[in-house]
Every structure is written in C-alpha cells, then in structure tokens.
C-alpha cells in the first residue's frame, strides 16, 4: 500500500471516531453543569400535596370576655340602689285629744277676767293641735264663741311630748243682766272628727259668763300671742 493511501486511511478512521464520541458525549448544558452539579429536588403538585393551614382555618378559636362577663361565664352583679321613702313625716301625727293632753286655767287678767288656757303632751308621741278649744262653763249651757282665725292644718302646731300650747279666754263684762259667775270651765279639743272625748276640767274661781261675750282663741304655740288677740 502507498503511504498517501495509508494517510487517508488513518484520517477516515480519525473522523469516525470523533462523530462517535460526539453522538454520545453530554450535552452543552450538561457540560456546564459538571459532573459534581445536585439534581433537582422534585416538585410537589399543589393538587396531591398538604395544604398549608392559613390564618383562617386556626384549629383554636379564643373569645375574650367582654367587661360585663365575669372570668367563670357568669354576669356580673348588680349593685343594688336603696330607694329612700318618700312619705311625709307627719302622716301618723293625728290630732291631739284630751287623752293625750294635761290643762290648767290661770288668771291672766283680774279686770276682764282673761284666763291663759294651757295644755301639755303627757304621752310619748306628738300629736296635731286644731283650731279652737271648746270651753263650756260649769253649769251653764253654751259655750265661748271662737275668736280670730285657727291656722290651717298644714300651719298647725306640732305638740311634741312635754310640750304645751295656749289659747286666750276673754271674760265678759259684768252687766248684771242674765250672766252669772262659775268657779269652773271644761275644755274638749277640736279632732275634726267624732272622736269620743273626756272633757278635762280647771278652776276658775268668779268667771263671770255673759251670753255672746265670752270667747276664746286659736291654740297658739306662746301664752303672749294667746292673750293679745
């Protein structure tokens, strides 16, 4: 064989051998990976895949117990507001009658024949005093017609126990025609009602009883008042 048939032989050869290895080496980005590169971790499909819990899907759901609810559940309680009554002090006040009361007749002017009428609250309670007394003389029918005007209810005297309360007799003149003297007088108390009363008696030695002359005042809370009507 010639030396220039050899020479192509050997160059075929050559050729072939390099398509070989070039079919069957790695590829450009297999090389620039390098034979130490990691392999891809797989990838999870999101259909087959855990879900991840949000913030809404929380397995405990914790209530904060509002201002009113005690920390066992149960409701605070009430205080509890004490209401004052509101009735009028005086409602069992009743009016004042003999029963509740002592009285005494003194002189208060020897040239009339005034008398100071007292009474005092002997019980343990007070009681209302009304209007006028009701004085009758001894013996003699009738009575002393009131003089000047009672307070009214609302005005009238509260009579504590111990207390006293005044009213003004007023003498008549002596005439000499149909009067006529007493050593005595009885007083009952204005109730405003029926009430039943012992009539309680004083000594009033020469009162001297004119018809339609006479006559007493309001009960007043001092003897000065009583007698300058």
């Given at each position: 064989?010639?030396t220039?048939?050899r020479r192509?032989?050997?160059a075929?050869?050559a050729l072939s051998?390099a398509l070989v290895l070039?079919a069957?080496g790695?590829?450009?980005?297999d090389?620039?990976g390098?034979?130490?590169?990691?392999?891809?971790s797989?990838t999870?499909?999101?259909?087959?895949?855990?879900a991840t819990?949000?913030?809404?899907s929380s397995?405990?759901v914790?209530?904060?117990p509002?201002?009113?609810t005690?920390p066992t559940?149960?409701a605070?309680?009430?205080?509890t507001?004490t209401?004052?009554?509101?009735?009028?002090?005086?409602y069992?006040?009743?009016p004042?009658?003999t029963?509740?009361?002592?009285?005494?007749?003194?002189l208060?002017?020897?040239t009339t024949?005034?008398?100071l009428?007292k009474?005092?609250n002997k019980?343990?309670?007070?009681?209302?005093v009304?209007?006028h007394?009701?004085?009758?003389?001894g013996?003699?029918?009738g009575?002393?017609i009131?003089?000047g005007?009672?307070p009214?209810?609302e005005d009238?005297?509260?009579?504590?126990?111990g207390?006293s309360a005044?009213?003004?007799?007023?003498?008549?003149p002596?005439t000499g025609?149909?009067?006529?003297?007493?050593?005595s007088?009885?007083m009952?108390?204005d109730?405003e009602?029926?009430?039943?009363?012992?009539?309680?008696?004083?000594?009033?030695p020469?009162?001297?009883?004119?018809p339609d002359?006479?006559?007493v005042?309001?009960?007043?809370?001092?003897?000065?008042d009583?007698l300058s009507l």
């Amino acid at each position: 064989m010639s030396t220039t048939v050899r020479r192509a032989t050997l160059a075929t050869a050559a050729l072939s051998a390099a398509l070989v290895l070039t079919a069957c080496g790695p590829s450009g980005d297999d090389a620039a990976g390098g034979a130490g590169a990691t392999p891809a971790s797989p990838t999870t499909s999101a259909s087959t895949g855990p879900a991840t819990p949000t913030e809404s899907s929380s397995p405990t759901v914790t209530t904060t117990p509002s201002e009113s609810t005690s920390p066992t559940g149960t409701a605070a309680p009430t205080a509890t507001k004490t209401v004052k009554p509101t009735t009028d002090p005086d409602y069992d006040v009743f009016p004042c009658s003999t029963f509740d009361l002592t009285f005494s007749a003194s002189l208060a002017e020897k040239t009339t024949g005034s008398y100071l009428l007292k009474i005092t609250n002997k019980t343990a309670k007070p009681c209302r005093v009304l209007g006028h007394p009701i004085v009758t003389f001894g013996s003699l029918g009738g009575s002393a017609i009131q003089r000047g005007t009672a307070p009214s209810l609302e005005d009238s005297i509260r009579l504590e126990p111990g207390a006293s309360a005044y009213a003004g007799l007023m003498g008549g003149p002596h005439t000499g025609k149909a009067g006529a003297t007493v050593d005595s007088i009885a007083m009952t108390m204005d109730t405003e009602s029926d009430l039943a009363q012992k009539p309680l008696k004083a000594s009033t030695p020469g009162l001297y009883v004119a018809p339609d002359k006479n006559s007493v005042t309001a009960w007043m809370d001092n003897a000065e008042d009583a007698l300058s009507l």
